[in-house]
């Protein structure tokens, strides 16, 4: 339903009092629909001979007159509504004026208030609350009373007939009431037209928040009829399924969904059901009912595997890092009571040269399961991200500029290639430092930089954000890359296996992707990250 936001004021004593423009034009096409009808039976009733005994009784050309320009008003004030000039309120008082004038007229002509023509002037009162509402409304409801008083005084003063002064001010005084009604009950729509108005805003801001939802998840969603037609599918569930996002019958779009969707409804117990799909990815699906309403309508939750079984292997892996935390902490104290030991014994004088050489070796291996134990801390410390939106390609310029700074190394030392200067990242910025300085460290360490700088780049990689850190490494066997993001693998005997460990577990705490790359004269670790514009909303 579509509602008018435009306000106006139809009142210039009453600001404060404002309708909707459209619903204030439409009432008045009423108001003059209702004045067309009636002016034209008050005129071809008289001119036809067909008129009640007691209208237009004493004096009948009056009553000719008054009738004949209360219908050519009608026809006079129907153009400037059509084209809606001059303003509203302007044409709403000149409409209920022409009845507070013309309109007594025909009552004095039919014998004043006793002819009961009064009446129509009420209805004319009550129009006008409605129409201009606040003080306007009883300002028109003091003319019309006085309109009356002055109509019966001038024929107890002429004599044509005999005043009825009482009637005539419980006529007035009915005026005020209705005015005062008129205008409660105008007050009250405007109410009522603003909070639809507002619930109309909810609403779309409700859809629109819903759709943004829906078309962002992660997971796919498909609204299926019991038609087996789609009635809506979100970009996730397009791609996982590989078919247009346009599809709208799915027997014909995906059978194999189409199949599962049947064997469903034969037995719609909970559960989930696996789908290899013309992308190549294998989907875990689910189904559900939209509520109880008839015709039922259905939603197939599809997820794909691989993050299906990420979740559960992550969900394992904060159970074993709580264990190795705890397996951690306890190892720390014996070993700073073992390295405390070594140090005071290699500061005894009396010591042999190779007693001194193996205290060295317990010190060097001390420290190196203290860097071990640090880590494995750090791991079950990390908690959630906490993403922004970060520039990628100053955010990598500072990034690579601290490092150097802190480590002291040479600006040769690295070569900074960005071909992209507006895209935005979502990624927690201190996530984003920790996982650079390693794969910055770990260049200077095994990516023999003195064949050449360090390439480091912001670039788009199949339409994603990345940074990419390119050495100049010997080349490596097949095993020792897929092996190199596990924890404890390393090939420097000082080493620990951690440092790429924890930057792709942090990387995937941040929706992103940590991954190594092989090529002639060096390697690539390319980190894939969150686009900040087409990000999606995980559950």
Not at 237 to 248: F, V
Request: hydrophobic share 45%; net charge neutral.
């Amino acid at each position: 339903m579509d509602f008018d936001f435009t306000q106006i004021s139809p009142c210039p004593l009453s600001k404060h009092y404002r309708i909707p423009e459209n619903q204030a034009w439409q009432s008045l096409t009423v108001y003059l629909l209702y004045r067309l009808t009636l002016g034209s039976v008050l005129a071809f009733l008289f001119f036809l001979g067909a008129l009640p005994s007691s209208l237009g009784k004493h004096d009948p050309g009056l009553y000719a007159t008054a009738s004949s320009l209360y219908l050519g008003s009608i026809f006079f004030l129907a153009v400037p509504l059509l084209l809606r000039r001059p303003a509203f309120p302007l044409q709403a008082q000149l409409h209920v004026l022409a009845d507070v004038v013309l309109i007594p007229s025909i009552m004095y002509a039919s014998g004043g208030v006793e002819s009961g023509v009064g009446l129509l002037l009420a209805l004319s009162v009550a129009a006008g609350g409605i129409l201009t509402g606040g003080r306007c409304a009883l300002l028109l409801a003091a003319l019309a009373s006085v309109a009356v008083l002055g109509e019966e005084a001038y024929a107890g003063l002429t004599g044509t007939f005999d005043a009825a002064y009482t009637y005539a001010g419980m006529l007035g005084a009915s005026f005020f009431g209705i005015a005062l009604l008129a205008l409660v009950l105008a007050r009250r729509a405007e109410q009522s037209e603003a909070i639809a108005a507002q619930r109309s805003i909810d609403l779309a801001n409700l859809q629109q928040l819903n759709e943004f939802i829906i078309r962002h998840l992660q997971s796919g969603i498909v609204v299926i009829d019991e038609q087996h037609r789609i009635r809506m599918m979100n970009d996730s569930a397009a791609r996982l399924l590989g078919i247009p996002s346009k599809a709208r019958h799915l027997e014909t779009a995906c059978p194999e969904l189409s199949e599962l969707f049947w064997d469903w409804l034969d037995d719609p117990t909970p559960g989930t059901a696996s789908l290899g799909t013309r992308s190549g990815q294998p989907v875990q699906i689910r189904f559900t009912r939209l509520g109880r309403t008839w015709p039922p309508s259905y939603m197939a939750f599809l997820e794909d595997n691989i993050l299906y079984n990420q979740r559960v292997q992550q969900s394992k892996l904060a159970s074993l890092g709580r264990l190795t935390a705890s397996i951690a902490h306890e190892i720390r104290n014996p070993l700073t009571a073992i390295s405390h030991a070594a140090q005071l014994l290699a500061e005894c004088p009396s010591l042999e040269s190779q007693d001194r050489r193996l205290t060295q070796i317990i010190l060097d291996h001390t420290a190196r399961v203290n860097v071990i134990v640090e880590n494995v801390l750090q791991i079950s410390r990390r908690g959630q991200s906490k993403r922004e939106i970060l520039p990628l390609a100053s955010s990598l310029k500072k990034f690579l500029r601290d490092y150097r700074m802190a480590q002291g190394v040479p600006e040769t030392a690295f070569r900074l290639e960005v071909e992209i200067n507006s895209a935005l990242v979502l990624v927690d910025p201190s996530h984003l430092k920790q996982i650079l300085e390693n794969l910055f460290s770990n260049a200077l360490k095994y990516g023999e930089p003195q064949r050449g700088p360090i390439r480091v780049r912001a670039r788009r990689q199949r339409g994603e954000p990345c940074i990419e850190v390119v050495d100049h490494a010997s080349p490596i066997d097949a095993q020792t890359v897929q092996q190199m993001f596990e924890p404890f693998f390393t090939t420097s005997a000082s080493g620990t296996g951690l440092g790429l460990f924890i930057a792709r577990e942090l990387a995937e705490l941040n929706q992103a992707k940590l991954e190594y790359e092989l090529f002639a004269g060096g390697g690539c670790f390319r980190l894939r990250l969150a686009d900040a514009e087409k990000t999606t909303i995980e559950l």
